[in-house]
Every structure is written in structure tokens, then in C-alpha cells.
């Protein structure tokens, strides 16, 4: 089963940048529609950012004009840029994805990462 593996967390002052990224372990899987969500603790995972397989892309109200989602030429790995960051953004940050395993041509969908975290300090 593929898993997805999110990287680039970490303590940053507020005002600062962060770059997540996301890929899968082990295996070259093609994504296809991805998302970032986020889960602070006591409250629900949200979306934060999505891009679908044609390249749209949404944003939650609380990051847009802040964070920016995107992808490498080989569909390989998403990112998230995180700008002008809050002590509010502080959640553990997940990725989700559908996509194809390069190899087998096997897809999956809706698989997630384990998460990392991400902390904003005043």
C-alpha cells in the first residue's frame, strides 16, 4: 500500500516561512488530485489547500494569500509554501492524494500521510 511521507515542519518564529513537502515512501507514485489539511489540537482536521489533477487550486479563507500549493513537473511531490505565518497556523499539517503508482499503474485514492507539525511562536 502506498504511503505518503510530509516533510519540512518545524518551530518558526510568526512572520516566518516554512516549505512542506509530500511524496511517497518507497514507491514513484503520480499524483493526481492532492490536498493539504491541518489538525490543531481540540479541533477538526481542515483543508487548507487543495489542486486537482487539471491544476485548480482552492484555498481556506484563514490561508489564502499566504500559503500557496504546488507540484513538480513529475507529479511526484506536492508542496506547501507557508508565508506570514501565525501562532494560529500551528496544527500538524497532512497531505492526501489520489494518484498512480509509476510501476504497477495501480491507483490509489484518499491515501494520507502521518502528518508533521508545524509550531508558530510569538
Known amino acids: 500500500q502506498v504511503q505518503l511521507v510530509e516533510s519540512g515542519g518545524g518551530s518558526v518564529q510568526a512572520g516566518g516561512s516554512l516549505r512542506l513537502s509530500c511524496a511517497a515512501s518507497g514507491v514513484v507514485f503520480r499524483f493526481n488530485a492532492m490536498g493539504w489539511y491541518r489538525q490543531a489540537p481540540g479541533k477538526e482536521r481542515e483543508m487548507i489547500a487543495s489542486?486537482?489533477?487539471?491544476?485548480?487550486?482552492s484555498y481556506a479563507e484563514s490561508v489564502k494569500g499566504r500559503f500557496t500549493i504546488s507540484r513538480d513537473d513529475d507529479k511526484t511531490t506536492v508542496y506547501l509554501q507557508m508565508n506570514s505565518l501565525k501562532p494560529e497556523d500551528t496544527a500538524v499539517y497532512y497531505c492526501?492524494?489520489?494518484?498512480?503508482?509509476?510501476?504497477?499503474?495501480?491507483?490509489?485514492?484518499?491515501?494520507w500521510g502521518q502528518g508533521t507539525q508545524v509550531t508558530v511562536f510569538s
Open positions: 492526501t492524494a489520489d494518484g498512480t503508482r509509476a510501476d504497477t499503474g495501480a491507483p490509489s485514492f484518499a491515501i
Open positions: 489542486l486537482a489533477s487539471g491544476g485548480a487550486m
